[in-house]
């Protein structure tokens, strides 16, 4: 079972929007695995709107990022290194000096 799967289906009882503290509770309230536990407690702390952002937010491990595509394994590369184009709109961004 894939990490998101099993983030997945610890979250399929969880009240939207969550802080990390909430997410955690209701999995283990829920009867989630003690992985899946472990990966919620690895969240950054905030408060999550839905499980996709609770999915972006899960730290990965770099052995997991076999079978992805070029696109995914490009667009993780830039959000690790922060070199990315970021999700600022071209003409909002400072100009470089």
Known sequence: MSVDDIIREALSSVDFPA???SL???AADAGASEQALRLLRALP???YANKAE???SV???PD???GLSPAELARRARE???KGRGRVAEHLREPKS
């Open 19 to 21: 802080d990390k503290q």
């Open 24 to 26: 955690v509770q209701q």
């Open 45 to 47: 702390l905030g408060t």
């Open 54 to 56: 609770v999915l972006r």
């Open 59 to 61: 730290p990965r491990d």
């Open 64 to 66: 997991e990022e076999e």
């Open 80 to 82: 690790r290194t922060g």
